[in-house]
């Protein structure tokens, strides 16, 4: 199957800065890339589907201005999380879609610890 | 909006015993996806069903797509401690490109 990276896989921030989550499809042309989160033993929680060059489209209760996306290639999107709190704190999974493939393609995730 | 469920939330079971999860959509899909997700990783894609009433085999692992694929289930004969994680089915819409995910059944597998 393909493979999809993701960086950096684990970061601790402090209170109120912002942090950048890079999701990369290394051997594909990813027309969709999706963003999901996951709490403590929870589920995966769709957060947003963005498209190359399009705006992302997020679910219901997602503020797209605090987790801002950008998916600026076939191959690259990126999870701002701005003004980062404690209660953000999750580990942020991408997968992405596309290519001659039918299936998603999950990253190892990114660990986000708020202090 | 579709919901998926899945049953148990935890299972414990000895070491060569079977373990069945279940998965229940509150819609009809085009197909479903199951994911094994280690402790502290990330789903890893076990497969994906799309006909009715498919039934497809991995070694120990038998997963079956109901006929009104609205629900799915997946049994491993003879459990492995390897087989300790959180499986997930995700359910796919007809109209829809996103997956939604199941809550997860946890397994525990003691030696």
């Known amino acids: 199957g393909a493979v999809v990276s993701q960086h950096p896989s684990r970061v601790i921030c402090k209170s109120g800065t912002s942090v950048k989550i890079e999701c990369r499809s290394l051997d594909f042309q990813a027309t969709t890339m999706f963003w999901y989160r996951q709490f403590p033993k929870q589920s995966l929680m769709l957060m947003a589907t963005?498209?190359?060059?399009?705006?992302?489209?997020?679910e219901q209760g997602v503020e797209k201005d605090k987790f801002l996306i950008n998916h600026a290639s076939l191959t690259l999107s990126t999870l701002t999380v701005t003004s980062a709190h404690p209660e953000d704190s999750s580990f942020y999974i991408c997968s992405a879609w596309g290519g001659n493939y039918n299936e998603q393609f999950f990253g190892p995730g990114t660990r986000l610890t708020v202090l | 909006g579709q919901q998926v469920m899945q049953i148990p939330q935890y299972q414990h079971v000895q070491e060569g015993e079977d373990f069945t999860t279940y998965c229940n959509s509150s819609?009809?899909?085009?197909?479903i996806q199951w994911y094994k997700q280690r402790p502290g990783g990330h789903p890893v894609f076990l497969i994906q069903?799309?006909?009715?009433?498919e039934v497809k085999k991995q070694k120990r692992l038998t997963f079956q797509f109901g006929e009104a694929k609205k629900n799915s289930s997946l049994h491993i004969t003879a459990t492995q401690t390897t087989d300790v994680g959180t499986y997930f089915c995700a359910g796919k819409e007809d109209s829809s490109y996103k997956l939604i995910f199941g809550s997860g059944t946890r397994l525990l597998v003691r030696p």
């Open positions: 819609t009809t899909l085009s197909n």
């Open positions: 069903l799309v006909k009715s009433g």
């Open positions: 963005s498209n190359e060059g399009s705006k992302a489209t997020y």
